[in-house]
């Protein structure tokens, strides 16, 4: 469900949403976002929309503060992964 690029980055930069590790490996890592149901999405506006769709107080805040947003991710390969902390 998750690629390896997805997983590694969580795993790299997991402090940006927690103050504690969650996971120490990647199958940790793996099964975290697994349990957490963390979404993939494709781009800034979707990841907007889909943290307005949770009832997220996102409104009026401009594309860049998503993309700055502690449970948004940032994939290298371009998507933006959430995870609810």
């Given amino acids: 469900m998750y690629t390896e690029e997805c997983i590694y980055t969580f ?5 940006q949403l927690f103050d504690e590790p969650v996971a ?3 199958e940790e890592a793996e099964e ?12 800034l506006k979707e990841a907007k929309q889909y943290l307005e769709e949770l009832g997220a ?5 401009s594309l860049e503060e998503i993309q700055e947003a502690c449970e948004v991710f940032e994939i ?7 995870v609810e902390g």
């Avoid at 290298?76 to 959430?82: A, C």
């Fill in 11 to 15: 795993l790299k930069n997991q402090g």
């Fill in 24 to 26: 120490e490996t990647y």
């Fill in 32 to 43: 975290f976002l697994e349990d957490c149901m963390a979404v993939v999405v494709d781009s």
């Fill in 57 to 61: 107080d996102v409104e009026g805040m």
């Fill in 76 to 82: 290298p390969d371009g998507t933006y992964l959430i």
